[in-house]
């Protein structure tokens, strides 16, 4: 089936830093990718829709300023943390549909963002 | 997409049937129901979807009222690696996002 990977599957920055993720669909081509959040024992929640040659969709509460979406290629979408904080620390978790009428969804395998 | 409601927890021990029954008493007629899980610190895992038939794959059957009020998934032979968050949702058949509930995290026990 189709790949999501992420890119990198963790990392630790210190308070203040910015921290780019990248999401690649590495055997199909993604118009839209999602990105979700996870927080410790919840559940996903979107963050954002990231469409491919136009600006990114966020969702109510995230701050666009805050969480830079970038999404240049059909395979590519990056999610860019701006000036971290301790509290942005999650499990970050982006997604693509796959064939056209996106009856499934392939999931890549998270990145761990830990800010210290 | 319509809510569904699936228990907190189960436990099932190793080499039986895991029965997950999920709700989505306001599903609509072209809403699909699919199941996906997540291991522990990985990304979700698709599973099985389906719309008004029963769905059977290499991972497991999806079992859908006549009502399509709710549905089981069935892991036929649970094993360990099993163990994991199910997540059941109800969503239209095009390129949208998921709505993540809580799941049912299903312990599989030796």
């Known amino acids: 089936g189709a790949v999501v990977s992420q890119h990198p599957s963790w990392v630790i920055c210190k308070s203040g830093t910015s921290v780019k993720i990248e999401c690649r669909s590495l055997?199909?081509?993604?118009?839209?990718m999602f990105w979700y959040r996870q927080f410790p024992k919840q559940s996903l929640m979107l963050m954002a829709t990231?469409?491919?040659?136009?600006?990114?969709?966020?969702e109510q509460g995230v701050e666009k300023d805050k969480f830079l979406i970038n999404h240049a290629s059909l395979t590519l979408s990056t999610l860019t943390v701006t000036s971290a904080h301790p509290e942005d620390s999650s499990f970050y978790i982006c997604?693509?549909?796959?064939?056209?009428?996106?009856?499934?969804?392939?999931f890549g395998p998270g990145t761990r963002l830990t800010v210290t | 997409d319509a809510k569904t409601t699936q228990p907190p927890s189960m436990d099932c021990a190793e080499g039986r049937a895991a029965n997950l029954p999920c709700n989505h008493s306001t599903i609509s007629g072209n809403e699909y129901v699919y199941w996906y899980r997540q291991i522990h610190s990985q990304g979700p895992q698709y599973i099985i979807h389906g719309l008004k038939n029963n769905e059977t794959n290499e991972m497991a059957s999806l079992i859908i009222t006549e009502d399509r009020k709710s549905s089981t998934l069935i892991l036929p032979h649970a094993t360990l690696r099993d163990t994991a968050v199910y997540y059941c949702?109800?969503?239209?058949?095009?390129?949208?996002?998921?709505?993540f509930g809580p799941g049912t995290r299903l312990s599989v026990l030796p």
């Open positions: 949702i109800v969503r239209r058949n095009y390129g949208q996002n998921f709505v």
């Open positions: 997604s693509a549909p796959g064939l056209a009428g996106g009856s499934e969804q392939y």
């Open positions: 055997d199909f081509q993604a118009t839209t």
């Open positions: 990231s469409n491919e040659g136009s600006k990114a969709t966020y």
